[in-house]
């Protein structure tokens, strides 16, 4: 086993990257993942890896580059947050339906106004439903380890897919930390060089992104959406491959402390580390709790959501999402209609917290424990709660 | 493409919806949009060829055939080609005629 140790998480980051031996990356800085691409920049400008790096005007014009690489062959990465990854919006949903396996980190970061740097939900999720895959990562030794894993998962021919791993800003991209790192020798040996179907080349001509007329194009929609739910199977293969050369295993849905659970935590991103000491807080005290993980966001996990959460009396879902006018979270909206068609469901009730990174220490968990339980008693269940709001 | 658009099942198309093979944009008949085609009047034509460089869908064609014009000071002046639209492809813009030098274009409503 390989020695542990510090390093700040956005670094591991570029080091995986690097580890995965990237051809191109495209980068334009905007917090909180500037360190990403800061230090790509570094390790290539001192031959530490050999790739091309694009220095790019905009976010729109990184992806844009990245979605020519990718399609020309060459394996590629960038880095985004916030209002970068909504101005990448338009080329995103080009580069998935062209099946073009560009990876990319989203240092998960508010989108203005009101203008602010610190974390929440709100970029990624305003963007769920653009045929990429989604992974979550909660601390920097699983930001390492997937922003490897996506390089295999998306460059699959079975799969053939964009991937997001998302990271929390700042709580994780700039908190420095132990890991374990991989030796290029298992990186070589887990991911093989990319070898697409299609390449942009002038020895044998294609046309990528053409045009469509109605009569074909929800068909192309169909066949974009079974490959990322077929693509399911693939990202669960490669993590246990992945676990069996390292020792660490991962899956799309998690449980820690589950077994006599009445009550769960659902939680995505940093929260879950967070969750699990509370759970052992609560358990110390006699509540028996437990926390429910959820590390693959797209495709959404039904089967192991639901097998994983119906055997609870009560869900509490902690989010960091609010959605303006709508009926809930995105994280407890998906997992209510996965639930629809079942007769016995939990109670679920939705937290949505830590906007804009606003701290939620281990007590706010606690708060919000006793009033799911007051109102689930008392029949009063909200759709959502927006927790610690001044009244 | 081997069959017509509307006859491909999701499971026929390739990875990332890939055309594959060069050329085949010669099977899409932009000629169904048409509301006008342009109409020539060959004895007014002089052969420059601007109408045929500026059409954006190169629908227009330089076909052999041999026309014997009679030029305004009599002279009879013999021309080996012509150009007409392929009406397959003319999609009805009428830039041919607006471009043409010496108004021999005429966008004509289409009727079927
Ligand atoms: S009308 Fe337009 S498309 Fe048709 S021949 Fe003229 S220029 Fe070409
Ligand atoms: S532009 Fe007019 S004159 Fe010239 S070749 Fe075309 S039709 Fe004839």
């Known amino acids: 086993m390989t020695n542990r140790i510090g390093m700040e998480v956005s670094l591991m980051v570029s080091e995986a990257v690097k580890l995965a031996n990237v051809d191109v990356i495209a980068a334009y800085p905007i917090t909180p993942q500037t360190h990403i691409v800061e230090h790509?920049?570094?390790?290539?400008?001192?031959?530490?890896?050999?790739a091309e790096y694009i220095c790019v005007e905009s976010e729109h014009?990184?992806?844009?580059?990245?979605?020519g690489s990718s399609a020309a062959g060459a394996r590629?990465?960038?880095?985004?947050a916030s209002q970068g990854l909504q101005l990448m919006s338009e080329i995103l949903y080009a580069v998935a339906p062209m099946r073009l396996p560009v990876v990319m980190t989203v240092a998960n970061r508010t989108v203005s106004a009101p203008l602010t740097i610190w974390n929440d939900h709100s970029d990624?999720?305003?963007?769920?439903?653009c045929?990429?895959?989604?992974?979550?990562?909660?601390?920097?030794?699983e930001d390492f380890d997937q922003t490897i894993c996506a390089f295999r998962i998306a460059e699959d021919r079975r799969v053939l897919l964009p991937v997001i791993v998302n990271m929390d800003g700042f709580?994780?991209?700039h908190v420095i930390e132990p890991f374990e790192p991989v030796d290029q020798k298992t990186v070589d040996s887990f991911l093989p060089p990319f070898d697409p179907i299609y390449t942009m080349h002038p020895d044998r001509?294609?046309?990528?992104?053409?045009?469509?007329?109605p009569e074909i194009f929800t068909e192309t929609k169909m066949a974009h959406d079974v490959a990322l739910r077929e693509s399911e199977a693939v990202i669960k293969e490669v993590w246990e491959e992945w676990g069996k050369l390292t020792g660490r295993h991962y899956t799309a849905v998690e449980e820690y402390m589950t077994d006599d659970a009445a009550t769960v935590f659902v939680t995505i991103g940093s929260f879950s580390e967070l969750g699990m000491e509370v759970v052992d807080a609560m358990r110390q005290k006699g509540v028996k709790v437990g926390l429910v993980k959820i590390r693959l966001f797209r495709p959404f996990p039904t089967e192991d959501i639901l097998s994983a959460l119906t055997k609870f009396k009560n869900v509490l879902v902690i989010e960091r999402f609010l959605a303006l006018g709508g009926v809930c979270g995105p994280l407890a909206e998906q997992i209510k209609a996965a639930m629809y068609k079942l007769k016995d469901t939990p109670n679920i009730v939705d937290f949505v917290c830590g906007l804009s990174g606003r701290d939620v220490p281990p007590e706010e968990f606690f708060g919000m424990y006793e009033t799911a339980i007051n109102a689930i008693k008392d029949g009063t269940v909200k759709e959502f709660y927006l927790?610690?709001?001044r009244e | 493409m081997a069959k017509p658009m509307d006859q491909y099942t999701w499971k026929d198309l390739t990875v990332g919806n890939v055309v594959d093979e060069p050329g085949n944009s010669i099977e899409y008949h932009t000629g169904d949009w048409k509301s006008q085609r342009p109409q020539w009047n060959q004895e007014k034509c002089i052969r420059c060829g601007v109408c045929w460089n500026f059409c954006p869908d190169n629908a227009i064609e330089k076909r052999a055939g041999e026309f014997i014009v009679t030029a305004k000071d009599g002279r009879k002046i013999k021309y080996d080609h012509y150009f007409v639209a392929d009406l397959e492809y003319c999609k009805g813009c009428g830039i041919c005629a607006h471009e043409c030098i010496t108004g021999c274009i005429e966008m004509i409503e289409e009727v079927d």
């Open chain 1, 131 to 141: 045929g990429w895959i989604m992974i979550f990562v909660e601390n920097g030794q």
């Open chain 1, 40 to 50: 790509l920049s570094e390790l290539v400008a001192d031959g530490e890896l050999d």
């Open chain 1, 171 to 173: 709580i994780l991209s």
């Open chain 1, 205 to 213: 001509p294609v046309t990528m992104g053409a045009f469509t007329m």
């Open chain 1, 124 to 129: 990624i999720m305003a963007n769920r439903d």
């Open chain 1, 387 to 389: 927790w610690g709001v």
């Open chain 1, 61 to 67: 014009s990184a992806m844009s580059a990245c979605a």
């Open chain 1, 76 to 80: 590629t990465y960038t880095a985004t």
